[in-house]
């Protein structure tokens, strides 16, 4: 199965790729993300040692999922983003896989998976990783000098690298085959798919064990050194999402996703499909929500919302970007910092910076209401044209997360100016015909990459997993079982964290529905889950509907016209008014053809 005799030669007895050091122990943090792999030593050496141990396990962290393209060997997407697939943003960088194989509709199971979502032929190095966390914990128990309490928290944490990669796995292709000890290369290793239930049941079953035995959270004179551990709150986070999205219609409805493909055997075997609705699942969710809370409340609170009263947009950036902020609950890195912007070593910057691969679109803009609550009338754009100037700015007095999410015109930006997304400024589209490169729709990215040329010794993580995503799946599950009012608590503390009022009250559930995934795709722009929400809400109408940018110019005493535009950039192929062709198998990500012709596993349908 996905060469895994090739990955247990490599992880083998002589040759496990440990890249522990002769001499030094490993933090998970920055020391040893900042050091370069040395010598390569065997099981024997590794599991009577118990720095070499713990070092062990270090590495393993290294495999999980981090979701920016960093050099030519972690080329995520072809340089590309995963969110340029959402009605969101989309891609100005030509030559990334989002234009090559998605906006083209070439994707298939043939393609080169380094360009694609998700990589199931361990180019995410998640098979590496698996196998890596079930040796620790087959192995760990001869480690003399660590002591029991210790063994069982860190067999703990291998468990939580294992179920991080399924969960991964879970929202791409539904059942996966299901691995519970570390192969021997005489092993047969073609096991079929696991059941869509099976799989979610196996990912939370990891978590609930993790859970068992991790501390809720670090204690503060660890959090610095050792940040990024996993931690029980990061294990019950981990199962919410995966029971959210289990729970959610892609899976979990009368029907299957794709009705034409009902009888295709990853439907009839219930790979891809719960085989009906089942609203208990989100029950499940609620429940888990709720001894989330519980149990932080009873821990005096360790996991809060990044509080800044006086400065709500300096609050959502920390959260986001500050490691050991008491709000992520899981972050991945492959390294400490970053050198510089130019650095050949993290290609996100100028990925996403210079190239446009993550380009924000004028409905994403829109979404963002005012710093009042007031809801932005998008009608606006209609009323203007490019020979209309007017000094009224429309990005002015919006809510802060606005301006850490995109570069908007007039935004602050260095300290010598600020941002000019006029056609012509030093930001904007050089002419006004532009289709790719960076801020071509008029808007440019922020987050991640913020004022460009000062990223060097900048922090450089990924935010796998952060605590609002808990209280606004604790809303949306809420509402899903008819508990409306209970919701709006939830949403209305995360709003809060930017001064946003709270909501409207006496919505519908379907409004309220719109207001969670709304909200999740404000506080979350950029971090792949509005993606994945598009995903399990099977929003195939937001994956068809056109998208826009918007040519500014600029006129004489500060006044800009606007005029709007259809963007001819969209997942899949779009059509001459900009509508988009989509199918449903776009759902789900095809299995490997290599794969396939193995025998052992059932194709997605559509595929």
């Not at 997360?401 to 050089?430: Q, S, T």
């Amino acid at each position: 199965m996905i060469n895994m005799k090739k990955i247990c030669n490599i992880l083998s007895l002589a040759l496990m790729g440990l890249f522990v050091s002769c001499v030094d122990t490993f933090k998970v943090g920055d020391a040893f993300l900042e050091k370069a792999p040395s010598v390569d030593v065997d099981k024997d050496v590794v599991f009577n040692d118990p720095n070499f141990a713990r070092g062990f396990l270090w590495n393993a962290y290294t495999s999980l999922y981090y979701g920016r393209p960093l050099d030519w060997g972690q080329n995520r997407m072809g340089m590309g983003a995963v969110d340029a697939l959402t009605d969101h943003f989309t891609s100005g960088l030509t030559w990334d896989g989002v234009n090559g194989l998605y906006y083209s509709g070439q994707f298939n199971s043939t393609s080169d998976y380094a360009n694609s979502i998700y990589s199931y032929s361990n180019g995410e190095g998640q098979w590496t990783g698996i196998r890596k966390a079930w040796l620790f914990i087959e192995n760990i128990g001869q480690t003399p000098g660590i002591d029991d309490a210790e063994k069982e928290r860190l067999k703990a944490e291998a468990k939580m690298i294992i179920a991080c990669h399924y969960a991964d796995m879970f929202r791409n292709y539904g059942g996966v085959p299901l691995i519970t000890k570390a192969f021997d290369p005489n092993d047969d290793f073609k096991l079929p798919r696991g059941t869509a239930r099976q799989t979610m049941d196996f990912i939370t079953g990891l978590c609930d064990e993790a859970y068992a035995v991790l501390p809720w959270a670090l204690p503060s004179n660890e959090q610095e050194q050792w940040a990024g551990r996993f931690t029980g709150a990061a294990a019950l986070g981990l199962k919410i999402r995966v029971l959210l999205f289990g729970a959610s219609p892609l899976f979990n409805d009368d029907k299957p996703y794709f009705p034409e493909y009902s009888s295709a055997p990853s439907v009839t075997e219930q790979h891809v499909w719960f085989g009906g609705k089942d609203m208990s699942l989100w029950e499940d969710v609620v429940s888990a929500c709720e001894l989330f809370m519980k149990r932080n409340e009873e821990e005096g609170k360790p996991w809060d919302l990044v509080q800044n009263s006086s400065n709500p947009r300096q609050a959502y950036q920390d959260a986001y970007y500050r490691r050991a902020n008491g709000e992520l609950l899981i972050d991945t890195r492959k390294r400490a910092t970053v050198s510089w912007y130019w650095d050949q070593n993290c290609y996100y910057l100028q990925s996403y910076g210079s190239y446009g691969a993550m380009t924000p679109v004028l409905e994403y803009i829109d979404l963002f209401p005012y710093s009042d609550g007031t809801p932005f009338d998008s009608s606006f754009w209609d009323e203007q044209n490019k020979d209309t100037y007017i000094s009224e700015d429309p990005f002015a007095n919006r809510d802060p997360r606005l301006y850490e999410n995109c570069l908007v015109n007039n935004a602050d930006f260095g300290a010598d100016h600020v941002a000019e997304l006029w056609i012509g400024g030093r930001e904007g589209p050089a002419t006004d015909i532009a289709s790719d490169g960076w801020a071509f729709t008029g808007f440019g990215i922020y987050k991640y990459i913020l004022d460009k040329n000062k990223m060097a010794g900048k922090q450089d993580q990924w935010p796998y997993l952060r605590l609002p995503e808990i209280y606004l799946s604790f809303a949306e599950a809420l509402n899903e079982v008819g508990r409306t009012g209970e919701a709006y608590k939830y949403i209305d503390y995360v709003r809060a964290r930017v001064n946003l009022p709270g909501l409207r009250q006496g919505l519908s559930q379907e409004e309220m529905r719109k207001e969670i995934l709304d909200e999740r795709a404000r506080e979350f722009g950029a971090e792949e889950v509005h993606y994945y929400d598009m995903i399990r809400w099977k929003m195939s109408d937001s994956f068809r509907k056109p998208l826009h940018g918007l040519r500014i110019r600029r006129g004489d005493n500060q006044t800009y016209s606007y005029e709007k535009f259809t963007v001819k950039k969209r997942f899949v192929q779009d059509g001459e008014d900009g509508t988009v062709f989509f199918t449903p198998k776009w759902y789900l990500s095809p299995f490997p053809f290599i794969e396939m012709n193995k025998g052992y596993l059932t194709q997605n349908p559509g595929w």
